[in-house]
């Protein structure tokens, strides 16, 4: 396989060079080199400029970015450039234009205008893939294939006649027989129940409430689909360019929810994603850890790329703040200390024009003599220095359950509580052990669980018979198992799991759940003893668990709201409401302590502290999120300021050491 670079942390992002006048390309690769740039992403937008009428191709421009980037030694990511396709191939072909849940069609304009299910579509994107693949395959900058951009983004649900006919197709492979799809989507309901799969339909606007199963089966149809594109895309990538790595840029960033990456993760030769801060989350920092550790359970443990994030304000989102200093070096940092090797930015020069023209960049509108662009400079100069630990693993006790699947099924129509979020209770648990130190793996169900010493399973709402087991034989071995509200409900079809919840985790547990009482928006329960609980209650009785925390108010006054049950080796917490931090905090702490899972470095709350580790050595990742600067026990090396620190090290206020342990 052809190399990444890989004696610094690759630095780098998308380079459009196409929106800019040819002389600007000398400057950009000067400052390229002031900033330490070894990769570029090229072409992800640019079919119309390498098609600009079909079958007329212009890649001399490309040819020269290409060479240039060779002769300054730098790597490139080269696009298949199929992510949005030229003006010319929508107005002739208008079938290829998705269309949304209420039947409008979604017109170009902007970007990724295409049906995933349109085989015209496909066809046209497999020939440019062609093309681009016979051209550079041989070309020494080229380092990377990445295909097409962020799967999903603007074009999935799609509800066209198209998408109607291949969702057909896939539900016969699936179910076989309409009996059998009968069943699964519980069709005796409302009298749903078809004979004909030509009677079949998207989850299309409806009088009220669709089908849950059928809206879950879209989904994960959804994403099937654009799997089976990138694959064929791959596939022709492949036949030309055998020993260059392929990968497809993912979004785990948590408010992105339409593919379900632990199916398309294996297809990749690296797993690369994008992550933007968003600024309106309550906890922006923390979901950035988060991100990074669910994508290093995709990657199966092993390094990610970081294909984009940003070094200030993005333009998206209703008010888009610029990054305070110390930001951009501390959110690039901790991608790397949840084990991303490559940090990629969208993108290299701000655009003058056009959406993103407000989009922060590495060379910002005001040009090198800036603030923003000095700040690049010095993290490109940090990224060169941490090479050493390029390669390294993330290691961690604790594993955190994550599954696409049961994301959709509880955001899935007529729920309990329509303000019930999948990923809170995930966020919550991780956040508290981050704050404490503690360092945790995002895996799906099916993964080894062997290994860990706590399993948490955050609102699990569905659950195969298997992934219950596992759990459970987890426990058994001697894992602090600890499962929260609303989880094991259901299987696969969404059927829901009968004789009292949570009906997968019920015997493990040792607790009856009779029935739900999700809480109000702002609504709390108190907890006996103080503390309270929002977002969920649930009426559990204990079968044999001991009783941890009560409701002390409200309709289930007494009941448990948090109990153990020793299992085996080990033991099986159950958590029904989302209690206050500091209770949460508490409870988690015990879980861990009961594990004898030890924090990476005692370091005080608002310190983020990870270890990555080698044959080669470990590297004790120091982020200060404070105001205030913070003192820790411990020798070696940092990497950040270039100095030998020990026997303890002081990291400034929102600053950041990576520190070689002596
Ligand atoms: C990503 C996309 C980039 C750019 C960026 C802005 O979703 O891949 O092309 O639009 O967002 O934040």
Not at 207 to 231: A, E, I, K, Q
Not at 278 to 292: I, K, N, T
Not at 295 to 324: C, D, F, Y
Not at 445 to 459: E, F, I, M
Request: charged residues 20%.
């Amino acid at each position: 396989m052809r190399q990444w670079p890989d004696d610094r942390i690759a630095f780098g992002g998308d380079y459009n060079p196409e929106q800019w006048p040819r002389e600007v390309w000398d400057e950009d690769v000067r400052l390229m080199a002031d900033a330490g740039v070894s990769f570029v992403t090229l072409g992800v937008f640019s079919w119309s400029w390498l098609e600009p009428t079909k079958g007329e191709y212009e890649f001399g421009w490309l040819d020269e970015v290409m060479d240039l980037m060779h002769r300054h030694g730098i790597a490139v990511d080269l696009a298949t450039a199929t992510a949005t396709p030229p003006p010319w191939l929508s107005a002739a072909y208008p079938e290829i234009l998705p269309v949304d849940r209420e039947g409008r069609t979604l017109w170009p304009g902007s970007r990724q205008a295409w049906c995933p299910s349109s085989p015209l579509y496909r066809d046209f994107a497999l020939a440019l893939t062609d093309r681009m693949a016979a051209r550079y395959h041989d070309h020494p900058a080229l380092a990377m294939w990445h295909i097409s951009n962020e799967y999903a983004c603007h074009n999935l649900p799609c509800y066209c006649d198209t998408c109607a006919a291949t969702f057909r197709r896939w539900l016969e492979r699936r179910y076989t027989t309409t009996d059998a799809l009968n069943h699964a989507w519980g069709t005796a309901f409302w009298s749903q129940r078809y004979s004909d799969w030509d009677d079949v339909l998207p989850p299309r606007l409806s009088t009220t409430f669709n089908n849950p199963t059928h809206v879950l089966d879209y989904s994960r149809f959804g994403s099937d689909t654009l799997l089976d594109f990138f694959l064929a895309e791959k596939e022709v990538i492949r036949r030309h360019s055998p020993d260059v790595r392929v990968t497809t840029n993912f979004m785990t960033m948590s408010t992105f929810r339409l593919l379900d990456y632990h199916d398309w993760a294996p297809h990749q030769d690296v797993v690369s994603t994008d992550h933007y801060v968003v600024d309106a989350l309550e906890h922006p920092r923390a979901e950035l850890s988060f991100h990074g550790d669910l994508t290093r359970g995709l990657a199966g443990g092993a390094p990610w790329i970081l294909m984009e994030h940003s070094t200030s304000a993005v333009n998206w989102q209703p008010v888009n703040p610029a990054k305070l200093p110390g930001d951009t070096l501390l959110d690039s940092l901790t991608h790397v200390a949840r084990g991303a090797d490559t940090l990629g930015f969208f993108q290299w020069r701000q655009s003058r024009s056009g959406s993103e023209k407000f989009h922060s960049a590495l060379v910002p509108h005001a040009g090198e003599d800036s603030d923003r662009f000095r700040e690049v400079c010095e993290l490109g100069a940090v990224a060169g220095r941490l090479g050493e630990l390029v390669g390294s693993r993330v290691e961690a006790d604790v594993a955190i359950l994550w599954d696409f699947e049961a994301q959709w099924a509880v955001a899935g129509p007529c729920m309990p509580s329509a303000a019930l979020d999948y990923a809170t209770a995930a966020h919550a648990v991780h956040r508290l052990l981050r704050d404490r130190g503690v360092t945790c793996d995002v895996v799906h169900p099916d993964a080894d669980l062997s290994r860990y010493r706590v399993v948490v399973v955050p609102t699990l709402y569905i659950v195969s018979d298997d992934a219950a087991s596992a759990v459970a034989a987890a426990a058994e071995a001697g894992a602090q198992v600890l499962v929260t509200y609303f989880s094991g409900i259901s299987d696969p079809d969404d059927h829901v799991r009968l004789g009292g919840y949570p009906g997968a985790f019920r015997e493990l547990l040792g607790v009856r759940v009779e029935e739900l009482f999700p809480l109000r928006v702002g609504e709390q329960v108190a907890l006996e003893g103080g503390g309270s609980g929002t977002v969920w209650s649930e009426d559990a009785r204990t079968l044999d668990a001991e009783v941890l925390h009560t409701y002390a108010d409200g309709p289930l006054a007494g009941r448990p709201a948090a109990t153990r049950r020793p299992v085996g080796e080990g033991a099986a917490w159950y958590l029904g409401t989302l209690p206050d931090d500091d209770t949460l905090g508490a409870l988690v702490e015990q879980v861990v302590a009961a594990g004898g899972v030890a924090p990476a470095a005692e370091a005080p709350a608002g310190v983020e502290v990870v270890r990555r580790s080698s044959a080669d050595g470990s590297w004790l990742f120091v982020l200060n999120h404070t105001d205030t600067d913070t003192t820790l026990t411990v020798a070696g090396h940092d990497l950040v300021s270039g100095r030998d620190v020990g026997p303890s090290t002081t990291v400034a206020a929102r600053t950041a050491a990576v520190i070689r342990e002596a």
